[in-house]
């Protein structure tokens, strides 16, 4: 879907979510090239900037809520045409952070796409939030109960940092590029807007350096508890493994053609094999509810 909007130094044309024909339309109407538009079609198509002959392609990854991929909290590719008379942009998915932009922010093509990656950075630094919200939701559900289904909450916020942390430094990436490319940065403003946009994109990776260590401490925290838990297990069911093994040895004893002690006193013999069973159950109760006062 194509929307045109008239600036006053250039043109500005979004497509978001396109079909054939817009992309037919991009080629014989805007004349981009075919590999170009191939490329905007690949959903991991990583930061780049590549400089053609009329126009130059941005390419930069924001983040989204992606219900089509394993990882809810995913990244998309957002591609940036850039000519002497307007920029395009292209999403395969709908970008809502482009209508955030005012429209004193886009008084030129360089600062219209400075705003972009400007406001690039804050999603990925709002998203970290609500990511470090969840983990600390998860963490409080975990310490009652360590489930399967929150382990793997874990698991898939910490895929998003990986993919949060790409993307992160792919921005940065085409900011250098961008800063160094003769003519983008003409006024101060442009340069403060610059610095600006390299700050959020440098508070994003320690934000997500930051939490994904924590995260990490987390899952190790829990991961130690999960093998004492296994391991007090695994004692338990010794203890009583022993303790069942010795009346079967005794009933063993006494299941054999030899002459045994108490074997013409059938009574007593019962008697001494229920006392024993009744003494090494005792024994192992008590020392049930003396480990877990200690705990």
Request: hydrophobic fraction near 40%; proline fraction near 3%.
């Amino acid at each position: 879907m194509f929307v045109t909007e008239k600036l006053k130094t250039f043109s500005w044309i979004n497509v978001g979510n396109p079909d054939h024909d817009d992309f037919e339309r991009l080629q014989s109407e805007y004349k981009i090239d075919e590999d170009n538009i191939i490329d905007i079609l690949d959903p991991d198509e990583q930061p780049r900037l590549e400089i053609e002959d009329d126009y130059k392609v941005i390419i930069v990854r924001f983040p989204i809520i992606n219900h089509e991929n394993d990882t809810l909290w995913h990244t998309e590719p957002l591609s940036i045409i850039y000519s002497p008379n307007r920029v395009i942009t292209i999403c395969r998915k709908r970008c809502d952070l482009l209508d955030k932009i005012k429209k004193d922010e886009k008084t030129s093509r360089e600062d219209f796409v400075l705003n972009i990656l400007f406001y690039i950075a804050e999603s990925y630094l709002r998203f970290l939030k609500e990511l470090n919200k969840r983990v600390l939701a998860t963490k409080k559900v975990l310490q009652q109960s360590v489930s399967k289904y929150d382990l793997m909450a874990l698991l898939e916020v910490e895929n998003s940092y990986t993919l949060y942390m790409s993307g992160i430094k792919g921005n940065v990436s085409v900011l250098d590029k961008l800063e160094k490319m003769r003519g983008f940065i003409k006024t101060d403003d442009a340069q403060e807007l610059s610095e600006d946009v390299r700050i959020e994109l440098g508070q994003a990776i320690e934000v997500v350096t930051s939490y994904s260590k924590m995260l990490k401490s987390i899952k190790e925290t829990f991961e130690s508890i999960i093998n004492m838990e296994s391991n007090r297990y695994i004692n338990r069911l010794t203890m009583w493994n022993i303790i069942l093994v010795i009346p079967t040895v005794i009933v063993g004893f006494y299941g054999m053609n030899v002459s045994l002690p108490f074997a013409e006193y059938s009574f007593t013999a019962i008697g001494i094999f229920v006392v024993i069973i009744l003494l090494l159950v005792g024994f192992a109760c008590f020392s049930w509810i003396k480990s877990k006062k200690l705990r």
